[in-house]
Each structure stands twice: as C-alpha cells, then as structure tokens.
C-alpha cells in the first residue's frame, strides 16, 4: 500500500481528485495518511474530514522563524511515514532538508505545459494569463518530480488542452483543472503505487500496464 501525504493550500480540487479515484478504486494500492496545509482556512482541510483523513495545518505564522516552520512540517511528514509526497496547490516552497530526505518522492501538479509558463512567479492564474499573452493553441498540465529547482524536476505525465479564442484566464484554468489536471495527477498516483514509474539520469518514465 502507497502510503501519501497531500500538502495543500487553497480550495482542495486536486486533493478532491485524488480521493475520489482512490474511492472508485481507479487508483489501486494507495491511501492518503495525511492532508496538510500551511492555511488553516483551506477548504482543502474540510475536505480531507469530509473522507475522514486526518488533517492538520502547520502555518509559519505559529513558528519563530522559517527553520522552526519547516523542522515542523518535516517532523509531521516523518511521523505519517508515508511513501509518497503530493504537492496538490501548495503555495510553500519546500524546504531543501525535506527535498534532500525524499528525494524522487515529491510529486507536484503545474497547470501548463512544463517548460513553458513555469518558474518564479508563474502561479494561479498567472500562468494562464501567459499563456493566454503569449497567444498558445494548447496549454495543458504537468506532473513531475519535485527537485531543488522551481519546476524544474523530472516529468512525470503531461497532459495538452485547446487554448480557446475567447478564453480568460478564469475559463483556461477551469478548462486545464478539469480536462487535464484531475485527471493526470491520479494517473500518476496509481502508476507510483503499481512500481511503474523510475527515474535515470533525470529523465522520468512510465512502464505500459
Ligand atoms: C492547481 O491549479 C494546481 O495546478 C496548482 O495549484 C492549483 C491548486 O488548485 N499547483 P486546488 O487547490 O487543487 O483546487
């Protein structure tokens, strides 16, 4: 069984995904032992309840300083001894200890199609407001591993979606949340569970099933 810990921040859909496909039994072998969230008023939090998975906020407003917040976050993570570390919209830049200690077992969602409108800065709807300037026909999602970079790690799955004539950023990121990104991330999960994902020479791959 692929024990997880999902890191939150905001509205939860992702997370939502993921539990929804362990329960109609899509994603096999896996079970989520952990929700987290720097903000205690994430929906995400209320979610996790609402499936009765334990869930905890660890904000770095109840720490002295930064080193506090993330020996905490760390400590909570190891206490849960999970196999599996999914970033699901989590807005906090991952301390390198907790890189370094599961390294290749941090995943993370990026709504475009990595290398575009990914690295500093490129978050929420920023990421669809470039896109949308830069006029691309198709945006899309990633998952990959999380390294010390910012978006920089080993790709997982991609997922492409149609860029739209009269899209906002609003209707791009609804239109990539829903045709790629509920969809992949569980995909991942279950291809991790099943041993079917390795990584060489910074390249990830996916055996067939
Ligand atoms: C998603 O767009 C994801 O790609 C990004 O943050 C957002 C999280 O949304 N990393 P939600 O909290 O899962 O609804």
Redesign the pocket.
């Known amino acids: 069984m692929l024990k997880i810990a999902v890191l939150?921040?905001?509205?939860?859909?992702?997370?939502q995904a993921i539990i929804d496909r362990i329960e109609d039994g899509t994603v096999k072998n896996a079970a989520i032992q952990i929700v987290i969230s720097n903000n205690p008023k994430a929906y995400?939090l209320e979610r996790a309840r609402q499936h009765d998975i334990k869930a905890v906020c660890i904000s770095p407003k109840q720490f002295e300083s930064r080193d506090a917040f993330n020996h905490a976050l760390l400590d909570e993570i190891d206490r849960a001894n999970v196999d599996l570390i999914v970033?699901?919209?989590f807005m906090v830049v991952v301390p390198a200890m907790i890189i370094e200690k599961y390294r290749n077992k941090i995943i993370?969602?990026?709504?475009s199609l990595i290398p575009s409108f990914c690295g500093q800065g490129y978050?929420?709807l920023h990421v669809h407001e470039a896109a949308l300037k830069k006029g691309v026909k198709v945006s899309g999602?990633t998952v990959h591993f999380v390294d010390e970079g910012t978006d920089t790690g080993p790709i997982i799955m991609q997922k492409a979606v149609e860029v739209k004539n009269d899209d906002t950023p609003q209707t791009l990121?609804r239109r990539?949340?829903e045709q790629a990104?509920w969809i992949i991330m569980p995909k991942v999960i279950d291809a991790i569970a099943a041993g079917r994902v390795s990584v060489k020479d910074g390249i990830a791959k996916i055996e067939e099933e």
């Open positions: 939150v921040s905001g509205s939860g859909t992702n997370l995400a970033l699901a919209g993370n969602i990026h709504p978050y929420g999602a990121q990539i949340m990104e």
